[in-house]
């Protein structure tokens, strides 16, 4: 996300990977529960864990918000 902020993104659009990463997991987890069948659900809870985790990031303030890098000349 700080990659992404310093290149002049905003806010909002820097918590992109976030969502991906979310719904990745989200299919990860979706994909093994119809694997497994209700059965062995425990061997899920890292993703489920990790997806909800993914899933619960928020911003304060104004998503529209960007860095204005370079804008002060370098203490030295």
Not at 39 to 65: K, Q
Request: hydrophobic share 40%; charged share 25%; proline share 4%.
């Amino acid at each position: 996300m700080d990659a992404r902020l310093l290149d002049g993104h905003t806010v909002g659009s820097a918590m992109g990977p976030f969502q991906e990463a979310y719904l990745r997991l989200r299919t990860q987890y979706a994909e093994a529960l119809n694997e497994l069948g209700g059965a062995g659900l425990g061997s899920l809870d890292e993703i489920y864990r990790a997806m909800i985790d993914m899933r619960n990031y928020i911003i304060l303030g104004d998503p529209a918000v960007r860095l204005r890098a370079g804008l002060f000349p370098e203490d030295t």
